[in-house]
């Protein structure tokens, strides 16, 4: 049977029952993969039309409209004729995924209830600007968290908001102490770094999802990106702020860099009071042509691709993995 691959215009021939993300490899189409078994979302593709079969059973979050199919390649099975839209295939990044040792180096209080967690990794664990990995701390205590720096560095560091009564977080704020070990399980997400373009970039951060915009922002100074950022940090409240002093940083690092501080509640501090896609939306009446990264909780996250498919970023240019409660 035959798979076209837009927008390469390619036709492949595969054999019935043939997994989508072998077929791809084998014709050297440049398709984004990580985990190869369902969980990371990399491999994401889109069935324009025709015969894929997935295995069912996993919840994937993405920003797509409804009508679209979208699929996992290595979960994916072709049983007919089919086309299929590879996406970015000049943005590929594949990291395979592993498990490394990691040895807790420092623990310390970010904000009242946000707290820095930095690891040494036993194996260096590569990875793109934005995304996340699985720490497992104890067999019953497991959760993503969002890498806040970048893979050239010997340190892993995630921001971990303690949630009240949160399992995995009293874990960390409770018993986890320097010189622990736990497992890394990474990289996850597809909300990472595209370095091939010049398209001005919007970051939007909601409290924690600061971390990975942390990281997407270090990414594009490194890889010498001159894109203009615009980078919109909203929080609770003010005494919610944190990493005033990494974002200076990478605003001498990178001149078309500008930060703004929302915060929902009034308080003082100089922040702007409001939501933060309030903001936003005063901020911009058009951002054809921006591409944006959506950072946080998933309320926020929603929240702001409404506002910016109204503001016209193009769906594809709309990068988010929400911080979904686990609730296992
Ligand atoms: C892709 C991804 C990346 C993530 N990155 C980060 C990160 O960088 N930093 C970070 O702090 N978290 C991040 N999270 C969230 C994190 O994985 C956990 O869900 C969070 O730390 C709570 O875990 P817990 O076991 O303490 O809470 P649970 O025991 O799972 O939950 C306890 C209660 O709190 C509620 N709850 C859970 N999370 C929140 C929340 N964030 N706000 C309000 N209520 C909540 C639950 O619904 C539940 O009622 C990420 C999640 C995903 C999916
Ligand atoms: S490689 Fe397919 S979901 Fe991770």
């Known amino acids: 049977m035959k798979v076209h691959v837009m927008p390469q215009g390619q036709q492949l021939d595969v054999r019935y029952g043939e997994n989508l993300l072998t077929a791809l490899q084998a014709a050297q189409i440049p398709v984004s993969y990580s985990c190869m078994s369902g969980r990371c979302g990399t491999c994401r ?34 049983t007919g004729d089919c086309t299929i839209e590879v996406p970015e295939p000049d943005e590929v990044v594949v990291h395979p995924a592993k498990i490394v ?80 070990t736990l497992r890394i399980s990474g990289p996850l997400g597809t909300s990472y770094l595209r370095t091939r373009n010049a398209d001005p970039i919007l970051c939007i951060a909601g409290g924690t999802g600061l971390a990975p915009v942390l990281s997407l922002v270090r990414g594009a100074v490194e890889a010498g990106m001159t894109n203009p950022i615009r980078l919109y940090f909203g929080v609770r409240s003010p005494r919610d702020v944190y990493g005033i002093e990494w974002l200076k940083a990478l605003a001498a690092a990178h001149p078309g860099l500008h930060v703004e501080l929302v915060s929902t509640l009034p308080g003082g501090g100089g922040l702007r009071t409001g939501h933060v896609t309030e903001a936003v939306n005063e901020d911009f009446a058009d951002l054809r042509g921006w591409r944006s990264y959506l ?34």
């Open 45 to 78: 593709c889109k069935v324009l039309e025709g015969d894929v079969d997935e295995s069912t059973g996993y919840a994937f979050h993405n920003v797509a409209q409804a009508h679209e199919r979208q699929i996992l390649a290595c979960q994916a099975t072709v």
């Open 101 to 180: 040792k990691a040895t807790v180096t420092a623990l310390a209080d970010l904000t009242h209830d946000i707290r820095l967690l930095r690891v040494l990794p036993a194996k260096p664990l590569t990875f793109s600007p934005g995304q996340y990995a699985t720490l497992q701390f104890t067999p019953d205590h497991i959760r993503p968290y969002s890498m806040a720096r970048i893979a050239a560095d010997t340190e892993m560091e995630f921001h971990v908001r303690l949630v009240p009564d949160g399992r995995v977080t009293s874990y960390i704020r409770d018993t986890l102490r320097v010189g622990d």
């Open 295 to 328: 950072c946080g909780a998933p309320p926020m996250v929603d929240a702001a691709t409404t506002l910016l498919r109204q503001k016209g970023v193009l769906p594809e240019h709309i990068y988010a993995d929400a911080f979904f409660a686990s609730g296992t």
